[in-house]
């Protein structure tokens, strides 16, 4: 079940709802949003081989982060879904997308069962419950597809930390967030046909407190992890 963030908050910044929130960080995303908090789990992935990807869709595409990175591996053609025209505007700056669409990740009208991955970062936190995220992202993989999704590790939220940003004044804001525990994760992937390929978790290493001090508090603990799942029929083979 997904939990309320105001129960846990503990910094009380100003909350902005999903749309307005990256529309107001969309100018600067991609300058302070932390690499470190996905790219390192995608590639530390086992269960996928990128190369042969033919086709992926990225749910909360937000300014194409992850579609760069995806080409960099070597996956053929990807496209995009995000509900921000700000930050879909920046993925297409980018050119690495076959096609983008203005939709919700949990209901993007595209045609199910045409990609061998769907993928998603940072984006389920913020969604009211799993179980469309996960029967959408089900509906568009193809039988021996793959879904990989990273995201804000529960830990963080519980901790009473928020998905935030500085705006231009130096004001710090938040973005709505709702807790998912990686136990919600694994009831709605399973309710969604799916198996449990691979998990991982990001930790706040001392590499990554020397470069951001700030990050001295969350030092050893989780902030990040990544999810592997596959159709149930499949035997464990990659894709």
Not at 3 to 16: G, I, K, Q, S, V
Not at 97 to 120: H, P
């Amino acid at each position: 079940m997904a939990e309320p963030f105001a129960c846990y908050n503990r910094r009380f910044y100003r909350t902005l709802d999903v749309a307005s929130g990256y529309t107001a960080w969309a100018p600067f995303y991609d300058a302070t949003m932390d690499d470190r908090l996905d790219l390192p789990l995608l590639g530390s992935l086992a269960s996928v081989d990128w190369k042969r990807v033919a086709r992926a869709v990225d749910l909360g595409c937000g300014t194409g982060r992850i579609g760069v990175w995806l080409k960099a591996q070597g996956v053929g053609r990807v496209d995009g879904i995000d509900i921000s025209p700000e930050m879909l505007d920046r993925a297409a700056a980018k050119k690495v997308y076959f096609r983008l669409s203005r939709a919700d990740a949990a209901a993007t009208d595209l045609a199910g069962e045409g990609y061998d991955l769907a993928i998603s970062s940072f984006a389920v936190c913020h969604l009211n419950e799993l179980a469309g995220f996960y029967a959408e992202a089900a509906r568009l993989i193809r039988e021996d597809g793959k879904i990989a999704l990273v995201d804000y590790h529960p830990f963080m939220v519980l901790k009473g930390v928020p998905t935030h940003f500085n705006l231009p004044t130096g004001e710090r804001v938040a973005i709505a967030n709702v807790i998912h525990l990686i136990g919600n994760h694994v009831e709605a992937g399973r309710c969604a046909g799916l198996s449990l390929r691979e998990l991982r978790e990001q930790l706040v290493d001392a590499e990554w407190v020397r470069e951001k001090p700030r990050m001295a508090s969350h030092a050893g603990q989780p902030v990040s992890f990544a999810i592997v799942w596959a159709r149930n029929n499949q035997e464990g083979e990659e894709a």
